[in-house]
């Protein structure tokens, strides 16, 4: 697969506490210069970054994060707030006890008000596969698939595993056709990068391939 294929399908990300202004610029920088499918940035940056980007890069960022377990009104408040601010893009995190309690309902339930919250805006749904159960992931792709999200997300990058290869496959096996699929947390080489987009992942969040490259 050629470079700026694999290019093209990254979030490059930065989602790190510490993250300043200098930071984001750069990676906003490298976003552009690369042509990544977006930055993945922290929400108190989307203003500042969409003014400073404008139409040349999308803007991603993430609410609800890294735990999930805000109330659905504040998710639905972050992603208005987050579009409001410029954001292209929305990554929001599930509520994982829910999951555990069964509460299927509900998480769909939570998943489409943040949906109509994101007024048009792309939303991605991040399950944090390391926590759940084969069973939980299975159930949790068909939640999705009937959520009206675009994409269904491996991980937050923040938990005890990001995105494994067998997650993706399950993934592609599970989920319906209009879904897709973004593996995150721990894509560290090209490699990774070339086996996740095989299995299945139209979008890959990472931090490192885009460093891979200007090492080059």
């Given amino acids: 697969m050629e470079l700026k294929d694999i290019l093209s399908r990254c979030d490059h990300t930065l989602l790190a506490q510490t993250a300043t202004w200098e930071e984001i610029r750069q990676i906003c920088d490298d976003g552009i210069k690369y042509a990544t499918a977006s930055v993945c940035i922290p929400a108190g940056y989307v203003r500042q ?9 999308p803007i991603c960022t993430v609410i609800g994060f890294p735990n999930g377990y805000d109330t659905t009104a504040a998710k639905c408040f972050m992603a208005k707030d987050a579009v409001e601010n410029g954001a292209d893009e929305v990554d929001m995190v599930i509520n994982l006890g829910w999951v555990k309690d069964g509460k299927y309902d509900a998480v769909l339930e939570e998943i489409r008000a943040v949906k109509a919250a994101c007024q048009g805006r792309l939303l991605k749904v991040i399950i944090e596969t390391c926590l759940l159960t ?3 992931k299975v159930r949790m792709c068909e939640v999705v698939s009937q959520s009206g999200a675009e994409y269904i997300k491996t991980s937050t990058g923040f938990s ?14 599970h989920v319906a056709p209009h879904v897709k699929i973004k593996a995150a947390g721990g894509i560290s080489t090209l490699q990774d990068a070339e086996d996740f987009i095989a299995l299945g992942a139209s979008r890959l969040g990472t931090s490192r391939i885009v460093k891979l490259v200007k090492a080059m």
């Fill in 134 to 136: 084969q069973e939980e």
């Fill in 49 to 57: 970054a969409k003014e400073y980007v404008g139409d040349n890069l």
């Fill in 160 to 173: 005890t595993a990001g995105a494994t290869r067998e997650d993706v496959a399950l993934f592609a096996a």
